[in-house]
C-alpha cells in the first residue's frame, strides 16, 4: 500500500498528538493558584480514590467522597512558584493540577470543578464498578417488576419483603420495600444488612457479621404507608446455616424495627437475572 504525502502527514500529526497527550510538564497542565489564606476547593465529578501532593508545602484534607482541600503551609514564596504538584485519581479518571503562589489573594483560587477536557481515563483495578454505574443499575432495578412473591416478613402491622436480587459484576443489587398498615409514620433511623445464624441455639454462641452496603438508591428519611429501596453489597456466598438479613429500625421513641430474612437458595437465583438487566435500558 502507497501513502502519499498527505497521509503521511496525516499519520505524523497523529503521532505527535498522542506523544503530546501521553506526556507533559507543568506548564502544559492547568494551573491554579494558591495562597495560605485561602482555601482551594476542588470537585471532582465522581469520588475519589486516591490524591497525592507532590510536596509537603501543602496541606490537603479530603471532607467529602469527592471533594479535596488545599492550601499553602506558610507564606513567604515568591509570585508563581510552582509549590506542588496534585493528583487526583477517581474511579475513571486521573488529573493533575500544578499549584502556583500567589500573594495576591485575590487571584487565588477558591473554588474548582474538574472539567472534562482535563480528565485522562483510567481504569482503575480496586473498582470494577463505578458509583454512576452503581446508581444506573439501581435505578434500572428500582423501575423494574416484582420477580419475588414468597420472602416477606410481617411485624408491627408491617409488611417487609423482598422484590428482586440481581447480580451485576461483583455486586449483589437487594431490592426490597416495606408496607406501612398503620397511620404513624415511619422515621428511619438505621439500614443494617448482616450474616446471622438461621438457628439460634441456646448452648452455642449466636455470630453476626455487619455488610457495608457500597450504595444506597434512596436516602429518604421517613414513609408514611409505602417504601422502596435498592441495596448494593459485595457479592457473597455463605453457608445454608445463615441469612442475608436486612433489617430497617425506627428512631427513638416509638423504636419500631422490622427485619427481611433471604435464603442462600434465594440469593443464588439473582445470577439468571444478570443478563436480563444489563439489556434494560
Not at 495576591?104 to 454512576?132: C, F, G, W
Not at 457473597?236 to 438479613?245: C, E, G, H
Request: glycine share 4%; proline share 3%; with cysteine.
Amino acid at each position: 500500500m502507497k501513502l502519499t504525502i498527505r497521509g503521511i502527514l496525516a499519520i505524523a500529526v497523529l503521532f505527535a498528538g498522542s506523544t503530546v497527550k501521553a506526556q507533559q510538564t507543568y506548564n502544559e497542565m492547568e494551573q491554579l493558584t494558591v495562597n495560605e489564606q485561602v482555601t482551594t476547593v476542588i470537585t471532582a465529578t465522581e469520588p475519589i480514590s486516591f490524591v497525592d501532593i507532590s510536596t509537603d508545602k501543602i496541606a490537603g484534607d479530603q471532607p467529602i467522597n469527592n471533594t479535596i482541600r488545599l492550601k499553602p503551609k506558610e507564606a513567604g514564596h515568591e509570585d508563581g512558584e510552582v509549590l506542588a504538584i496534585v493528583t487526583i485519581v477517581t474511579e475513571r479518571y486521573r488529573t493533575q493540577y500544578a499549584l502556583l503562589y500567589t500573594t495576591r489573594l485575590q487571584e487565588a483560587v477558591t473554588d474548582k470543578v474538574v472539567q472534562p477536557i482535563e480528565m485522562t481515563a483510567y481504569h482503575n483495578p480496586a473498582v470494577s464498578l463505578s458509583t454512576e454505574d452503581m446508581y444506573r443499575f439501581a435505578r434500572q432495578v428500582w423501575l423494574s417488576p416484582a420477580r419475588y412473591r414468597n420472602v416477606s416478613r410481617r411485624q408491627h402491622r408491617m409488611t417487609m419483603r423482598l422484590n428482586n436480587i440481581y447480580a451485576v459484576g461483583d455486586y449483589f443489587f437487594l431490592d426490597f420495600s416495606i408496607d406501612n398498615h398503620t397511620n404513624i409514620r415511619f422515621d428511619i433511623d438505621e439500614i443494617r444488612v448482616k450474616l446471622a445464624d438461621k438457628k439460634v441455639s441456646k448452648a452455642t454462641n449466636s455470630q453476626v457479621i455487619e455488610l457495608k452496603p457500597e450504595m444506597e438508591l434512596e436516602q429518604k428519611g421517613s414513609f408514611l404507608h409505602g417504601y422502596r429501596n435498592v441495596l448494593v453489597v459485595r457479592k457473597m456466598t455463605f453457608p445454608n446455616d445463615k441469612v442475608l438479613t436486612i433489617e430497617v429500625s425506627e428512631k427513638q421513641i416509638s423504636g419500631r424495627t422490622i427485619a427481611l430474612n433471604i435464603d442462600y437458595e434465594d440469593v443464588l437465583c439473582a445470577d439468571s437475572f444478570n443478563e436480563v438487566l444489563l439489556q434494560e435500558e
